[in-house]
């Protein structure tokens, strides 16, 4: 399943809250992924939330809020707001052009493709230490977009899409290919960032305020003329609220074993995906 990620979306919802909360409030993690987002990237992604692409709302109307989503082609919306609450949305809209127009060709014979010469602003770079490759593109701005294969089984946890984009950026060695190929892509997902509920922000007046809605939207589209990336972020925040209680959830395929004391190795493993998950019945009958 594809996965998505715009951390600059959610920066640009916390940088509008504060225009609320005031400027010199504080945001203050209360898990492992909301430490590494604030001292890992949202620092780094202040000066995204002012670009022209970026368009943000603060309102105490749930309503408002899903309107100025709605109006921009979104359909997440938040729910009705309760007690002391406001909400805070972002959309970015990044539309991009190939330096010029690439043929249209097939992947696999089946998927419909886009063609670049090198001679159209399309190069490759070898990545040694892991053999991989980055196709970089650039097109009729200051932006370029680069595309790697990657196994998405090493992306199952918040901001690693991120993480390996900015690791790969400026990394390897050009190679020389006359040509690249790349699916067409038509992708609309919702993304999860629940992982940012209850990060709290302690206003000017020494006031908490904590996440308790979040909800993001993402939309990429690329053909032979170029790209356009949309996200819709959405948070609503409440004041006062308490923290809940620290849960650890297993919601992905896991894997497990049977050990016992005295014997090395284990008795028994299995690896269970989603399609076993279900209630066995009575433990006892064969």
């Known amino acids: ?65 899903n309107a100025f989503l709605a109006e921009r082609g979104f359909s997440i919306t938040l729910d009705p707001f309760q007690g002391d609450e406001f909400g805070v949305a972002s959309v970015l809209d990044l539309l991009v052009k190939w330096q010029e127009k690439g043929e249209r060709t097939k992947v696999l014979d089946i998927y419909d493709a886009v063609m670049l010469k090198s001679v159209q602003g399309a190069s490759v770079r070898r990545i040694h230490e892991s053999d991989s490759y980055v196709v970089t593109v650039d097109t009729q701005g200051d932006d370029k977009v680069h595309m790697m294969m990657v196994d998405d089984n ?23 290919y006359e040509k690249v190929i790349f699916p067409m892509i038509d992708l609309n997902v919702m993304t999860d960032i629940n992982w940012l509920l209850g990060m709290v922000a302690v206003d000017e007046d020494g006031s908490d305020w904590a996440v308790s809605q979040a909800k993001q939207q993402n939309k990429l589209r690329l053909n032979e003329f170029g790209a356009r990336a949309q996200s819709a972020t959405a948070m609503g925040m409440l004041r006062g609220m308490a923290v809940p209680p620290t849960v650890f959830t297993i919601d992905k395929p896991f894997l497990i074993w049977f050990t016992r004391s005295g014997i090395e190795m284990p008795l028994f493993v299995a690896h269970v995906t989603e399609e076993d998950w279900k209630d066995p019945g009575d433990l006892e009958t064969v």
């Open 1 to 65: 399943m594809s996965k998505v990620e715009c951390l600059s979306g959610i920066v640009a919802c916390m940088m509008k809250a504060n225009d609320f909360l005031g400027k010199d409030c504080r945001w203050i993690e209360k898990n492992k992924d909301q430490w590494q987002f604030l001292h890992g990237f949202f620092e780094k992604l202040k000066s995204a939330t002012s670009i022209p692409e970026m368009e943000s709302i603060i309102s105490r109307s749930a309503e408002e809020i």
């Open 154 to 176: 090493l992306l199952d946890v918040p901001m690693s899409l991120t993480q390996l984009a900015l690791d790969m950026t400026k990394k390897g060695e050009p190679d020389f």
